[in-house]
């Protein structure tokens, strides 16, 4: 289930019990020197345009050149019964959701549209490598049968290379999936 908060024009997932995820960046200096209230008050305006979300929990996911990027949870109850969330369809928001999300966590175009064509990505057990940026690569958990290289943040898999795509592309592929993933290229 999604709920769209109007003033940040924002899409964010809500469990049954009425508690949103959202995600924000906030600049490691600010985590470090706000009060736990100022942290919590500019984690509510970034996430969902309002001055308090009851509940409010912040967990530090990943750093990346001075930027912390947080799952914020609380409780958006009150919020649905006042009107400053609307509850959505995924199925019927799913670009503005996708759109939202990639603008925050400045996806490339390629990957935006990757996500928007493999929501359901059939995978089984997985090995997790989380990355400093809040990505993760993924494969299948059983060393003999890596086949595939996902690569993905959130819920959202952004891209996906198969092995034959290593034998026939080699290094340039692997340059490439590693740009995607968040190395940086500098010349030496």
């Known amino acids: 289930m999604y709920a769209y908060f109007p003033k940040s ?3 964010w997932a809500y469990d049954e ?6 995600i924000a960046i906030v600049d490691v200096a600010d985590l470090l020197s706000c009060s736990s209230s ?4 500019q984690l509510a305006e970034s996430c969902c345009g309002q001055q308090n979300i ?4 912040i967990e530090v996911i990943s750093t990346d050149h001075g930027r912390c990027l947080c799952i914020v949870t609380g ?3 009150e919020l649905l019964e006042e009107g400053a969330a609307m509850t959505c369809s995924f ?4 670009n503005e959701i996708l759109m939202s999300f990639a603008r925050l966590l400045e996806w490339s175009d390629a ?3 990757h996500a928007a064509d493999n929501l359901l990505a059939e995978v089984g057990d997985e ?27 959130l819920q959202f898999e952004l891209g996906r290379w198969h092995v034959g795509d290593f034998r026939t592309a080699g290094p340039e592929l692997l340059s490439q999936v590693l740009i995607a993933a968040g190395a940086r290229h500098s010349q030496a």
Do not use: F
């Open 127 to 153: 090995t997790v490598v989380a990355l400093s940026n809040g990505k993760c690569l993924r494969m299948p958990a059983s060393p003999g049968a890596v086949d595939y290289i996902r690569l993905t943040q």
């Open 17 to 22: 019990n009425l508690q949103v995820q959202a």
């Open 38 to 41: 100022e942290l919590h008050l």
């Open 91 to 94: 199925e019927i928001s799913r």
């Open 111 to 113: 990957q935006t549209a």
């Open 9 to 11: 024009k924002t899409y």
């Open 75 to 77: 409780d958006i109850s």
């Open 54 to 57: 009851p509940s409010l929990r």
